[in-house]
């Protein structure tokens, strides 16, 4: 029964679903199940949803017991992104480029394959979207960056003024071109993600 109020609600994160439809769910789940005596289903069927920002406060009541913040952050950051094309399973073929064989070619290819042709941020669809835009290359292409080895680029920003790469073990990075300088901007893809489109990531050049 955890299992699927988590799958439940991660349509409410997804907009699939609103909070009162999420609600009556809840209550129709079969009273026989010994699940609805948990202490989770207890406090849910206990919480008022009809209060303002019933959606917010009852994410917030539940990170930590059904969910990580991570998973949170992922949701909502593909749900962003399903608003420019992304869905569920998508996959496609990238243009012809070199394989070079290693782990990070491979991570590289697998974003790519997932997000290859979205412009994210290329509108302002609300005042809840992003500010800044990314826009993902059809292939990865690769550098060799003398301080920190291979990098694929995989994505620009806003205009094209800087670039995202990902390295090893999943460390990214943005090169700013017009000034020709390296930044880390941390590790992993929804981290990193998030943080360029809000302008939350902290730069630490190399």
Same mark, same amino acid.
């Not at 949803?49 to 952050?73: D, P, R, V």
């Not at 995202?164 to 990214?172: L, R, S």
């Given at each position: 029964?955890?299992?699927?109020?988590?799958?439940?609600?991660?349509?409410?994160?997804?907009?699939?679903?609103?909070?009162?439809?999420?609600?009556?769910?809840?209550?129709?789940?079969?009273?026989?199940?010994?699940?609805?005596?948990?202490?989770?289903?207890?406090?849910?069927?206990?919480?008022?949803?009809?209060?303002?920002?019933?959606?917010?406060?009852?994410?917030?009541?539940?990170?930590?017991?059904?969910?990580?913040?991570?998973?949170?952050?992922?949701?909502?950051?593909?749900?962003?992104?399903?608003?420019?094309?992304?869905?569920?399973?998508?996959?496609?073929?990238?243009?012809?480029?070199?394989?070079?064989?290693?782990?990070?070619?491979?991570?590289?290819?697998?974003?790519? =394959?997932?997000?290859?042709?979205?412009? +994210? &941020?290329?509108? /302002?669809?609300?005042?809840? *979207?992003?500010?800044? !835009?990314?826009?993902?290359?059809?292939?990865?292409?690769?550098?060799?960056?003398?301080?920190?080895?291979?990098?694929?680029?995989?994505?620009? =920003?806003?205009?094209?003024?800087?670039? +995202? &790469?990902?390295? /090893?073990?999943?460390?990214? *990075?943005?090169?700013? !071109?017009?000034?020709?300088?390296?930044?880390?901007?941390?590790?992993?893809?929804?981290?990193?993600?998030?943080?360029?489109?809000?302008?939350?990531?902290?730069?630490?050049?190399?």
């Amino acid at each position: 029964m955890t299992e699927s109020i988590k799958n439940v609600f991660q349509k409410l994160i997804m907009e699939e679903i609103s909070i009162s439809e999420f609600e009556n769910w809840l209550y129709k789940i079969p009273e026989n199940q010994d699940e609805t005596e948990s202490e989770l289903y207890l406090e849910l069927i206990s919480f008022n949803f009809k209060q303002s920002a019933a959606k917010e406060q009852l994410t917030k009541e539940l990170t930590g017991k059904l969910f990580s913040e991570e998973e949170i952050k992922s949701w909502k950051l593909r749900n962003i992104f399903s608003k420019y094309g992304w869905f569920k399973e998508r996959a496609i073929q990238l243009d012809f480029h070199k394989n070079t064989g290693s782990d990070t070619y491979d991570y590289a290819k697998n974003i790519l =394959t997932e997000f290859g042709g979205l412009n +994210i &941020g290329q509108e /302002k669809i609300s005042s809840d *979207y992003p500010p800044n !835009e990314i826009c993902f290359f059809r292939k990865p292409k690769y550098f060799n960056e003398p301080k920190v080895g291979e990098i694929y680029y995989i994505a620009d =920003t806003s205009r094209s003024y800087a670039i +995202i &790469g990902v390295g /090893k073990e999943e460390e990214y *990075y943005i090169l700013v !071109e017009p000034i020709d300088t390296l930044y880390f901007c941390g590790k992993g893809f929804d981290n990193v993600m998030g943080a360029i489109l809000f302008n939350t990531n902290e730069l630490i050049k190399v």
